[in-house]
Structure formats: C-alpha cells, structure tokens
C-alpha cells in the first residue's frame, strides 16, 4: 500500500519552514518534547468533565495530567486557578465573556483597527459583537492605547467587562492604569496577553496578574507550546467573587465544549516547565533584542514603523508613504523573496483588512532558531530591497480593477528575477539554523 500522500505533504511544510524565514509574530515552533506528546495516546481518550469529575471511565491518569499541566501554570504564573481546556484562544475568550455577561450586557475592547483581537467585541461578524453591546476603544495620535478616551466611553457606557490585549500593537500593555479606570466604573477585566505570554513570564513585559480579574492567552505565541489556550482566575478576581473560577470552568466545558484535547493538555504541561527554566528566560529576553534590531535597522533603511518602534516581539511597517494597500503586494512579494510575514491594516487604515497598508513583523519564531542580532540586520536588508522592488505596484483604486491587478501582480513577482535572487540568499542563511534550538 503507498503511504498516505498527507505524509509527503507534511515533510514539504517542514521544508518549507527549515528553507524560509518566517516572521508572523502569533507563530513559534513548538519543542521536540512538546511535538512527542502531541502525537502521543493522549488524543484516543474522551474526558469530559474535570479532573476527578469526570463523564467517561479510564481518566486515571488523564487526570494526573489535567492537575499537573493546572499546577505547572498557576505556579508559574502565580494564580490560585487555572483552567487550561479550552481549545484555543477564541473560545477562551468567549467562555470569559460568557461567564461574566448575560446576553445583551455591555462589554469593552480594543478595536480590530487598533490593534485588538477580534474576539474583543468587534461588530456585526463575531460572537462578542453580536451577544453583547460592545464598545470600542481606540489609539491617540500616537499609536498608542488612548486611555483618556478609555475612561470617558466607560463612564458614558457603564460596561461590565473591559478587556485589554491585542494582536498587533508594538508597546506594552498598562494593566495598571487600565485597571484604575475599571476600577471607577465596577468592571471586571480580562487581560488577552496571548502575543506576549512568553515575554510576561520571562519578566520582559508586565505581569497582569496583580491588576486584572482574569488572564486569557493562547499557548502557542511566544508561550511556545501547543495550540490551545488557558484561563487565569487571579486572587483578585477571587476575591471579589468565590466563585468566578467555577463560573470560568462550567463557561468552558459544559456551556460551550465538550471532551478536552489531553494531548494538548499535556503538552502545555511540558510547555510550563519549558518556560520555567533559565533559558528560556535568555529566550525572550532575545526575543526582545532581536526585535528591536529589527526595527531600528528597517528604519534606518527609511521604512516607517507604526508608532515609531517596538516595546515587545513585534512591529508594524507602515507603507503608506508609498501607497495606500501596498501590505499584500509587498507580503506576498517578501513571501516568494522566502520570508513570510502577513499584510495588516495599520492605524487608521485608508484601506481595508484584505487590501491593507501595513506589514506585520515579529521575531518569535526565528528567535527559537537560533537567530540573532546579525540575521536581524541582515533580514531588514532583503526587507527593504523587496520593497524598492514592489513599491511602484500602486493598487488602482477600482474594485474591480484591482482584482486583475493583483493577479497579474502576483504572477510577475513570482517570475521576479531580483526575488528570486533574494530567495537564494534567504535560503542559505535560514537552511544552516534548526527549527527549534535552546542556544
Ligand atoms: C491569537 C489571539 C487570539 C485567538 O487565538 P486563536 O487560537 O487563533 O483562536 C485571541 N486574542 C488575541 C489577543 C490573540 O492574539
């Protein structure tokens, strides 16, 4: 029998990244020890329910994993509960809003456009838009969190919930102040720190944990562990309600999943004592490093950068001086150059999320390759020349129009002589780095 063509296909994605240099900031590559578990029995047992509770016989020691992956976390970042069964970041936030909100009840987050994460309210397409009354904030003049505006819409709107987090934002989140506000009107907050977990255990950002109620992240950003999510009921939170962990855990398993993913599980188990260990503490502090290399030599080679800078793993190039809509000509250009990143809006976005002005960079993942400060430079290097090669490709202001010029535009850059080249460079620096590294 010839084996399952699923099988080549894999072996083509891992050469795909070993070949490439991948700088979506959401990504990392997991552990050897994490990817064994993945693949392991794990995933052929049904528990429904939580440890000790369960709905199915044989959760011995599917239990024994369950406390042990919830021990790890809420020492690691010091909560009194944890509930690491949800199956990623969305329904993580949904099971939060669910547990604290009926239906119709006010919340606040950080708008798409700004920055935010979907799953924070945004209207008319998502869960969290529909379900509740959801009030967006913004940024000030200077890209950063606009806390004045904060304050008034909360005390003109009274919500219950106000979620601070993001997904493409460069700078530090003021949990402190945030809360303050919260704090004027009775909400409850939940930090998504979901980009910036890796960074907040390692010291490299703030901890939430003393400011906020809840803690929402994925496990599988700069957290480096599998895909999933977890949920962190603080003392805080604890304290103004007893509660509010049983009301997390019955919001994610029975109102909103079923049976938990225990490969997963364990996995963020193995994650927890990854990131418990001094290197990767070295990890994210280079992490850090890396990124503002980054971002001072793309500026030095004269690309614009949403908010001038980076304060964590990630940064915004803003094209918008050369063109509005530049981000896919010239992330699809980066792409068949060999670094993959994403297009993205930029604040105030001229355009739209499907013809956006921005690129977003990160350096999670060449970071665990075992990259550093001199691939940085050198990485901006083929950045720039990929967009002097793109940047007189002004997307025509047409709808329709512009459909035809995208796909002719893609069919040139991939015959694209210049990318090529850029590409053969790309691939001889990343092919000498392993995808996972500890050094
Ligand atoms: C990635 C992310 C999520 C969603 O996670 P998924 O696993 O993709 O569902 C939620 N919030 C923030 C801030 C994120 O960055």
Do not use: C
Request: proline share 5%; hydrophobic share 40%; net charge neutral.
């Amino acid at each position: 029998m010839s084996k399952d063509k699923i099988f080549q296909l894999i072996k083509d994605e891992e050469a795909r990244q070993k070949a490439m240099i991948g700088l979506i900031p959401s990504e990392n590559h997991i552990s050897p020890e994490v990817s064994e578990v993945l693949s392991s029995s794990l995933s052929s047992k049904y528990a429904e329910g939580y440890p000790g509770r369960r709905y199915y016989e044989g959760n011995q020691v599917i239990d024994e994993i369950e406390n042990l992956a919830k021990e790890r976390i809420q020492k690691l970042f010091n909560v009194p509960h944890a509930n690491v069964q949800p199956y990623s970041g969305s329904p993580a936030n949904s099971a939060v809003q669910f547990a604290l909100l009926e239906e119709g009840e006010t919340m606040m987050g950080l708008a798409l456009a700004g920055g935010g994460h979907l799953t924070h309210g945004h209207p008319k397409v998502t869960f969290s838009g529909k379900y509740f009354n959801s009030i967006q904030y913004g940024l000030d003049d200077n890209d950063r969190i606009d806390f004045d505006q904060i304050r008034e819409l909360a005390k003109k709107h009274q919500p219950k919930l106000m979620i601070i987090g993001n997904t493409a934002y460069p700078f530090l989140m003021d949990f402190k102040k945030f809360r303050e506000i919260a704090d004027e009107v009775g909400a409850w907050v939940l930090a998504d720190i979901s980009h910036v977990t890796g960074l907040v255990v390692a010291g490299e950002h703030p901890d939430p944990v003393p400011h906020v109620d809840v803690v929402m992240s994925t496990t599988h950003k700069t957290f480096r562990g599998p895909r999933g999510a977890m949920i962190l009921v603080t003392q805080r939170g604890l304290d103004r309600d007893e509660k509010l962990a049983s009301r997390i855990d019955q919001a994610v398993f029975p109102a909103l999943q079923g049976g938990p993913h225990n490969a997963t599980t364990a996995g963020i188990a193995v994650a927890a004592a990854e990131a418990a260990r001094p290197e990767f503490k070295k990890y994210a502090q280079q992490i850090r490093k890396n990124a503002d290399v980054l971002a001072d030599s793309l500026k030095k080679k004269g690309l614009k950068l949403v908010g001038d800078g980076t304060e964590t793993h990630l940064m915004l190039i803003d094209l918008t001086n050369y063109s509005d809509g530049m981000g896919l000509q010239v992330a699809f250009a980066m792409d068949v150059a060999g670094i993959y990143a994403n297009r993205n809006t930029v604040p105030n976005e001229p355009l739209s999320p499907f013809y956006p002005s921005g690129v977003r960079l990160g350096t999670p993942l060449v970071t665990t390759r075992g990259m550093k400060e001199a691939e940085m430079k050198q990485i901006a290097d083929w950045i720039t020349r990929v967009v002097e090669e793109v940047k007189t490709e002004v997307l025509p202001s047409d709808k329709v129009e512009r459909r035809t010029f995208i796909k002719d535009f893609r069919a040139k850059a991939l015959q694209n002589k210049n990318l090529l080249a850029i590409r053969k460079e790309v691939e001889a620096m990343a092919s000498k780095f392993p995808l996972f590294s500890w050094d």
